[in-house]
């Protein structure tokens, strides 16, 4: 590919990448798949449609953005603009800025394109596309036509920090906390410590609500427990487990005969943990699980009205019932209903 060279007073330039294509990748693993795993892709494709139908726009974005942000396979260059600006002073990663072309390639440039604004800094005219500085690297967010003129909205790569995901870690530097959150958006990034604190701590990050842990409520108390059962703990299957034998062992669930819910919360159900019924166990499981970083709800066995827990791994689910004989202290293994005869009604712990 040609390298343009810009004349005297083109002062400014744009790249626009072409990144590796996934859709490729699973192309090819469809090709290897056996037709009992494509009957399985295809019963998958039909209960994720009504998920699909509940997605924002604006997590449909999301989507795009992260796809581009593969590994660049060809870079398309443009120097022809009427104009562009940015509002932080060069690459900054919360950048956002414009720009606008008398016209544009439709297959290179569309939402969620992976680009980068150029321009020449204060020490002189550049001379070719590799005196020009970065001013912002990120993607276009959006793109409108008008008569003579396409203009282009863009956002920096801070975008991808959009994504909500969770995580725990136990006596972990903090440099290397930050590293990974950073990394998992698919940044990359370079923690220099030197002159800071880098101790180990615990840590478990913000919920989307704004309350501190993972359960949704802010309880300091729950999120400690989970933290120390989950200690050393890699996967999600050892984390729920940990967490079943956590509250059977440590805490002890007692079973109380009552109907629908007396505590209503996981902190009361946590302090009243020698007298709960199926409900309230139900409530306390189902957030230590989500403290956890667990996908985890409530389900009902409509015949005999028993709640449990439910905890989906990787597609699978496993079922954390802690309730017991009445005034004992709970015994259940892991993965065992109670009466295991399940209904399937969800109820989410808000």
Known sequence: MAVTILPPFGISGFEVYETEKKKDKDKEKDSKKSKTDEKKEEEKKDTSKSTEENVSDAEKDLQKFIAMNGEIKE????????????????????????????EVDTARFFKGKKICLKKANDTGTPLKWDDLVTCLLGFISEQTFSRGKVDLKLVGMSKLLDQEKQFTFTKTKRSKILKEMIEAAGLKCVIDVTGLKDDAIDYTNVSSSGSSGTTGIGDAEIDELVAKWCEGKTSDLDKAKAIHAGLRDDVGIWYDKYYNSRYHTPKKCLENHKHLNCGDTAILTCACMKSGGLNAHIELRCDSEHYFTVIVIDGTKYYSDLTWTQGQKSQRAWNDVWQDNKCGNKYDLK
């Open 75 to 102: 870079i398309a260059y443009y120097d022809e603009m009427y104009d562009n600006g940015f509002d932080e002073d060069y690459e900054g990663i919360s950048n956002s800025g414009n720009a606008s072309f008398p």
